[in-house]
């Protein structure tokens, strides 16, 4: 019975149907969730919570499925959509996919976003000690760092859930000085030195504040930093924050700490050491040259189970812990975690919601409470939630 009603189903639907419903749920990536009367669950962009229309299905995908806005229910269509400052905003192949809440006014973001935490750390019972989502003081013209693909014709950024490039001529997010570089970069095309080599769709060019158009990165990343230097700093001030009163004569281990945008503020805290750790030695050369005052840096792919418990040691000696791992979060945590510790605080800075959450109950498994969770904006006009989690045992 149960693969005849499955048949069935497939049978049923098919891309370019038309269906009626209405949002209740936010993705992950901005999208609305709605549900198909049959119950299939589908997943359209440009859509707000409690907005009703007829959508169109464009793709089916096991038991879920995607679709296209139709037309949307006069009555139902939210009063905080805005008009995009982008004209490469959209949600077709022709559209960039860089900021799809761009329709939608700052605060109903900000709202959005909040929910979206409360509702995800309720589930482990964290829902007390979240603090109001701090937003950026500035939306557009907040990004230092931006990566652009190129064939040598066209340059852009690639259309949402798709391999398609979309020429642009500007974009608002990024700083001046980035849109003076990119002004500059369009300027070059065509350029044969930008043609993709024959294993490679595209050509990659980063750029950030410290390059011009004449010196972009050319299919290799830049080291990392956070986008948005006002949020960032307001990230090191949370930091300092939390730790600054129990740091004195401490010995803190840090994970994926990167170059050092964190590590710069531990080192001023009278710690009796700092062991830095992440997996890219040109990080940790440029960390090293520093010269911080009490760091010690170690290669080591915190993400690799064979390494993991070359973590075990420190962590057993460690009083405080501050990671800030990517998407991933700490897979690892079971098998570089020790038996005994005397770790009493943890600082754990997080770049997704679903991994930070699992990642918080592995901590309140081994005895720590959280004192605070502060979710910061880090991108506006996207779903991105940048989440500082203050813990301590006890």
Not at 27 to 36: E, F, I, L, N, Q
Not at 197 to 204: A, V, Y
Not at 351 to 369: I, M, N, P, V, W
Request: proline share 5%; hydrophobic share 40%; with cysteine.
């Amino acid at each position: 019975m149960a693969s005849l009603k499955k048949s069935r189903d497939e049978n049923e639907l098919k891309p370019g149907q038309l269906f009626s419903a209405e949002v209740k749920d936010l993705a992950s990536d901005g999208r609305g969730v709605v549900t198909h009367p049959n119950g299939r669950t589908f997943f359209i962009a440009g859509v707000w919570l409690g907005e009703r229309g007829r959508f169109r299905i464009t793709a089916l995908k096991g038991r879920i499925g995607f679709a296209e806005i139709f037309e949307l229910d006069a009555q139902s269509v939210c009063r905080d959509r805005v008009q995009a400052l982008c004209d490469h905003h959209g949600f077709s192949s022709r559209h960039c996919g860089g900021c799809p809440w761009q329709f939608m006014d700052y605060a109903a973001q900000l709202s959005a976003k909040q929910h979206r935490v409360e509702t995800s750390l309720a589930r482990i019972g964290v829902h007390k000690k979240i603090q109001a989502i701090a937003a950026a003081p500035e939306i557009f013209g907040y990004r230092n760092r931006a990566q652009f693909k190129t064939d040598g014709k066209k340059l852009g950024y690639m259309a949402a859930a798709s391999n398609n490039l979309v020429a642009i001529q500007q974009c608002p997010v990024l700083s001046e000085h980035n849109q003076n570089t990119l002004h500059e970069l369009l300027q070059q095309l065509p350029n044969p030195v930008w043609q993709p080599h024959r294993k490679h769709k595209w050509t990659t060019l980063d750029i950030d504040e410290s390059v011009t158009a004449g010196n972009p990165a050319i299919n290799q990343r830049l080291p990392f930093q956070q986008a948005n230097s006002v949020q960032n700093r307001f990230m090191l001030q949370w930091l300092r924050q939390h730790l600054q009163s129990g740091a004195q004569g401490k010995h803190i281990v840090e994970l994926f700490c990167g170059s050092g945008n964190l590590t710069q503020v531990l080192a001023t805290l009278g710690a009796a050491s700092i062991l830095a750790v992440d997996v890219v030695a040109q990080a940790l050369e440029t960390l090293s040259a520093m010269n911080l005052p009490g760091v010690q840096s170690r290669v080591c792919d915190v993400f690799d189970d064979t390494r993991a418990s070359d973590l075990r040691a420190p962590l057993r000696n460690a009083d405080i812990l501050v990671l800030d791992p990517p998407r991933d979060g700490w897979k690892t945590r079971e098998l570089a975690w020790p038996k005994q510790t005397a770790l009493q605080k943890i600082c754990y800075i997080s770049c997704d919601l679903a991994t930070f959450t699992r990642d918080l109950q592995f901590f309140l498994s081994k005895g720590f409470h959280v004192d605070e969770v502060q979710p910061l904006d880090q991108f506006p006009h996207t779903p991105h939630i940048e989440l500082l989690a203050a813990l301590r045992r006890g």
